[in-house]
């Protein structure tokens, strides 16, 4: 908890040096990925929500094929958790946290539903999957070799921290796999390279998206 409220401490910082730098005129996008930010950071202060709401509900957990069983009382008692794969990624809509599940030895990235060898009941990728967003990050980042300040690089520098924060949370919460993938360091490393070079800077595929 004290390292979430280091974050909010700094993303508050981050706000009032934009707001020094513009002279209290800040762009409509970095708003945009401050809140993006806020929220996320939100989510590590408060708990997670949305998808992992569903992913760590034991109800939907395959517990004859984990080991796991309900009591007389409904309490569910379940000694290993599902498995997923982490992977980090940049898609058009921005650095997103993808969760990938199994069956039987390997991960699978589509709809299925009572599969004897799942770990999950059922798995909808529209509603499971992207567990976490920070939206048009790769486009900010872009945009801040172009014509970005100081309080752009630092807003940057805190996406990675929180990004980083939230899969050391989320690891721990199911039988992790592996975490693959691009950081928000690796991607704006990489897009500094490109424009040094005078290259275009594309999204790095980590594996094959199913959009």
């Given at each position: 908890m004290?390292?979430?409220?280091?974050?909010?401490?700094?993303?508050?910082?981050?706000n009032r040096l934009k707001l020094k730098l513009t002279f209290g005129n800040v762009p409509p996008f970095y708003h945009a990925v401050a809140t993006?930010?806020?929220m996320a950071e939100g989510m590590l202060k408060y708990g997670f929500e949305n998808s992992l709401?569903?992913?760590?509900?034991?109800?939907?957990?395959?517990?004859?094929?984990?080991?796991?069983?309900?009591?007389?009382?409904?309490?569910?008692?379940?000694?290993?958790?599902?498995?997923?794969?982490?992977?980090k990624v940049f898609t058009p809509h921005g650095f997103e946290i993808h969760c990938l599940p199994w069956k039987s030895g390997r991960e699978f990235d589509f709809e299925l539903a009572n599969h004897p060898q799942m770990d999950f009941k059922f798995w909808r990728p529209n509603s499971m999957k992207t567990v976490f967003r920070l939206a048009g990050l790769h486009t900010f980042i872009k945009m801040y070799f172009e014509h970005g300040d100081e309080a752009d690089l630092?807003?940057?520098?805190?996406?990675?921290?929180?990004?980083?924060?939230?899969v050391e949370r989320l690891v721990p919460?199911?039988?992790?796999?592996?975490?693959?993938?691009?950081?928000?360091?690796?991607?704006?490393?990489?897009?500094?390279?490109?424009?040094?070079?005078?290259?275009?800077?594309?999204l790095p595929k980590v594996y094959a998206l199913q959009e």
């Open positions: 004290q390292e979430i409220e280091k974050i909010e401490h700094r993303l508050r910082e981050i993006s930010l806020g709401d569903i992913l760590t509900d034991q109800r939907n957990w395959n517990l004859k094929y984990l080991g796991g069983s309900e009591d007389a009382a409904g309490q569910i008692i379940c000694p290993n958790k599902p498995r997923l794969s982490v992977y630092q807003l940057i520098r805190c996406a990675h921290n929180i990004a980083e924060e939230f919460q199911f039988n992790t796999q592996k975490v693959f993938g691009v950081t928000v360091q690796n991607f704006f490393d990489f897009a500094e390279m490109k424009f040094k070079a005078g290259e275009e800077i594309y």
